[in-house]
């Protein structure tokens, strides 16, 4: 069989075309999601490439296709599934070329089937598992949809799966088969051996920051006994100072009341137009152009007193917020006011 044209590309040279023929835009777009060196090989990998035959071009469009067409089949199915639908499209041939291209690179996210379940099924489905294995489970899913299984589970257990998805660090990849295997999973196993780095503080932190504020209480409660230094991690991230973008405009009022001006003049010199704004637009024009003027005369601020200052004003609203004076959208329905 003859080569085709791109067969004698390197995949650098591939992405290189790709981005070309997908032109400046598009291409853009992409290297938002790339790293800084893959960004710096691209850009010179383009400038190198002189000339493009339009069978070159179409023959990487092409396969950029079909590996994004196999992907999706993959996420829906898993790899068997894939490869049967590659096969009915494509033959069998280029449908196993364009699967061993993939098995080299792509990782296939476990549980993607249930990603795509009933909050509620999914609960009836895992609620009797141990405690470690939905903690595992809900690692995985989203966290509009951790949090409702979260605030479902009794009480009891709501604390120690939290704890155990904070804590959870690294799962070997034996571990997941065996659990997708009990849940009859349809999706591949992973594909190479490389450990997956799940959970961890920022998971159950998303996690929290979605259900409904009672559960969170609850749990926030319970680890503040059985796991302190956890539970003051998990309350740091749980609002940090820009966030004071989902308070309304009365409850910014009501937060900058107890706010000393010395502490809101250095937390705003970190702080984004945005925030900046959102905290002027309520204060008197008078206190406003006054912060406006400290700030202009501190000159340069430590980071560390920035910061430091900003928790200040974050642990005032969560205070507030404690007290009921004050409401943290969190974008649930039990968060609508009335």
């Known amino acids: 069989m003859a080569k085709a044209p791109n067969d004698e590309l390197n995949g650098l040279q591939k992405a290189a075309v790709l981005l070309i023929a997908l032109g400046p ?15 710096e090989e691209l850009t010179l990998e383009i400038a190198n490439t002189r ?54 690179s792509l990782q296939v996210k476990p549980f993607e089937f249930i990603r795509k379940t009933d909050a509620s099924q999914l609960l009836n489905f895992i609620q009797d598992e141990h405690p470690q294995t939905i903690a595992l489970i809900l690692s995985y899913l989203s966290p509009s949809q951790a949090a409702m299984i979260v605030s479902a589970l009794h009480p009891d257990r709501q604390a120690d799966v939290a704890r155990r998805i904070a804590v959870m660090d690294r799962t070997s990849p034996e571990v997941i088969k065996e659990v997708e295997k009990v849940l009859e999973s349809k999706l591949s196993s992973l594909v190479n051996q490389d450990y997956t780095i799940i959970g961890g503080v920022d998971s159950v932190v998303e996690i929290l920051n979605t259900v409904d504020r009672g559960t969170e209480k609850h749990i926030m409660e319970t680890l503040e006994i059985e796991e302190p230094e956890l539970a003051d991690e998990i309350r740091r991230k749980m609002f940090v100072f820009e966030d004071i973008l989902l308070l309304d405009d009365r409850a910014i009022q009501r937060v900058l009341r107890d706010v ?32 406006k003027e400290d700030m202009e005369f501190m000159g340069p601020v430590r980071m560390k007193d920035v910061e430091e200052a900003q928790q200040k004003i974050v642990n005032v609203i969560r205070k507030l917020e404690d007290s009921g004076e004050i409401v943290i959208s969190r974008g649930g329905g039990d968060e609508i006011i009335v």
């Open 25 to 39: 835009e598009k291409s853009a777009l992409i290297f938002k999601h790339l790293k800084e060196e893959e960004i």
């Open 260 to 291: 000393e001006n010395s502490d809101l003049s250095i937390s705003l010199k970190g702080a984004n137009q945005e925030v900046q704004n959102a905290i002027f637009n309520n204060l008197s024009k008078r206190l406003a152009s006054m912060i």
């Open 51 to 104: 000339s493009i035959t339009p069978q070159i071009k179409e023959d990487v469009l092409s396969e950029f296709y079909q590996v994004c067409l196999a992907q999706q089949y993959i996420a829906e199915g898993g790899i068997s599934y894939a490869k049967e639908l590659l096969e009915k499209s494509f033959g069998e041939d280029k449908a196993r070329d364009v699967i061993g291209k993939l098995t080299a």
